[in-house]
């Protein structure tokens, strides 16, 4: 598998039993087209979600460990139809190994491999890591650019991951859609896409720039505990009320709450 093949979003799975009374359930992820929600409204409605969501999850927080941009970079890039679990185990040895862009770009293909494996594509990964040190040599003297119109021409660098580094390594605020924002944005009504970059563009209309970073954490962080993409708990989710897609899931709230994990699936 080419490298420009390891996609940074994975397709999301359908749910689906009947919807809540009073639901008006859409399209794909049970989302709520055509429901007449003004746009004022629907800011309102995001914004209500949002607080109650940093009230749920006063510790969301990217869920990759790194201590320099370029480590987040590469944790990213390993990321994609990967687990963050994964990623995590196999970055300390990784890390070590390659302390630098320049490392990376004179790695020995099958030593890296090794450490990356447990990631999955491998290979195509691999390859990508020595390009990307190779480009980040070549064009940005070893460092990892701080904006996001250079970081996209890096290999293996899309809007997704370009967000994640600004946003966690950088402190620039950054919508990161990955499977789970995308997929709650389309259940709780603030986007009908499916192309990652037109949900980021809808919810960059609907939050403060300032809150970028952190909503993508918690909606990775809901997504990864409740609102699951097989068995979302809608009978134990806090933002239920304001979800459009209310009854994609278990709504029995004990049954509901058995599903909701306290790590999320990583
Ligand atoms: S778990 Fe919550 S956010 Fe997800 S579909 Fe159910 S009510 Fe909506």
Redesign the pocket.
């Known amino acids: 598998m080419p490298s420009s093949e390891i996609r940074e979003s994975v397709a999301d799975a359908p749910s689906g039993t009947a919807p809540a009374r009073g639901a008006s359930r859409g399209g794909r992820d ?1 989302a709520a087209p055509g429901t007449g929600e003004s746009p004022l409204a629907r800011k309102r409605r995001a914004r209500r979600i949002h607080r109650v969501l940093a009230e749920r999850y006063p510790d969301a927080h990217c869920e990759l460990d790194f201590s320099t941009p370029l480590e987040l970079l590469v944790a990213t890039v390993l990321s994609a139809q990967s687990t963050d679990r994964r990623v995590n185990a196999a970055t300390p040895a990784l890390f070590a190994r390659y302390p630098s862009a320049q490392a990376y770009a004179g790695a020995t293909r099958a030593d890296l491999e090794e450490l990356i494996r447990p990631t999955g594509f491998f290979r195509a990964k691999a390859d990508t890591l020595v390009k990307l040190g190779d480009a980040l040599v070549t064009r940005f003297g070893g460092e990892v650019p701080r904006r996001l119109a250079e970081l996209v021409t890096l290999p293996g660098v899309g809007r997704k991951t370009a967000n994640v580094v600004l946003g966690n390594a950088f402190g620039v605020p950054g919508i990161a859609v990955d499977t789970h924002v995308g997929r ?1 944005s389309r ?2 009504g603030l986007s009908r896409h499916d192309d990652p970059v037109k949900v980021e563009a809808d919810l960059a209309e609907l939050f403060e720039r300032r809150d970028w970073t952190m909503l993508s954490h918690r909606l990775i962080f ?1 997504g990864r505990r ?2 699951h993409a097989r068995r ?3 009978g134990a ?1 806090p ?2 009320r304001w ?1 459009p ?2 009854g ?2 278990e709504t029995d709230p004990v049954a509901a709450a058995r599903l909701v994990t306290t790590e999320g699936r990583r």
Do not use: E, M, S, Y
């Open positions: 049970g709650l259940r709780l809901h409740t609102c979302p708990a809608c989710c933002v239920a979800c897609a209310f994609v899931g």
